[in-house]
Nanobody, 121 residues
Framework: QVQLVESGGGVVQAGGSMRLSCAAF????????MAWYRQAPGKQRELVAQ???????HYADEVKGRFTIARDSAENTLSLQMNGLKPEDTAVYYCSALLFSFRDSSYYNVWGQGTQVTVSS
């Protein structure tokens, strides 16, 4: 079983930076795609950044050039470095791992509990 725990959220002024971390209990980073999602009040959860097993990364248009996703396999952690934060970035940020269920023959996401990021103007 895999458990993900996010940390690093808080309140930051617009233009500031913040680094989120996700601790993965299960040593899954090298064999599973990982991602950061976020959900703002009244909105659907959206993909922010993704890192595949081969190291390739993908970013939502809204965060390209400002956010960087990375993983530290030795420490079993996933990070999201956020620079040039905007009030629109305010949301609960979730760490996610993509796993495959042989029982259900389908892929599914394992989610952390989320960490609140609030960007003040």
């Amino acid at each position: 079983q895999v458990q993900l725990v996010e940390s690093g959220g808080g309140v930051v002024q617009a233009g500031g930076s913040m680094r989120l971390s996700c601790a993965a209990f299960g040593n899954i980073f090298e064999r599973n795609a990982m991602a950061w999602y976020r959900q703002a009040p009244g909105k659907q959860r959206e993909l922010v950044a993704q890192i595949d097993t081969d190291g390739s990364t993908h970013y939502a248009d809204e965060v390209k050039g400002r956010f960087t996703i990375a993983r530290d396999s030795a420490e079993n952690t996933l990070s999201l470095q956020m620079n040039g934060l905007k009030p629109e970035d305010t949301a609960v940020y979730y760490c996610s791992a993509l796993l495959f269920s042989f029982r259900d023959s389908s892929y599914y996401n394992v989610w952390g509990q989320g960490t609140q990021v609030t960007v003040s103007s």
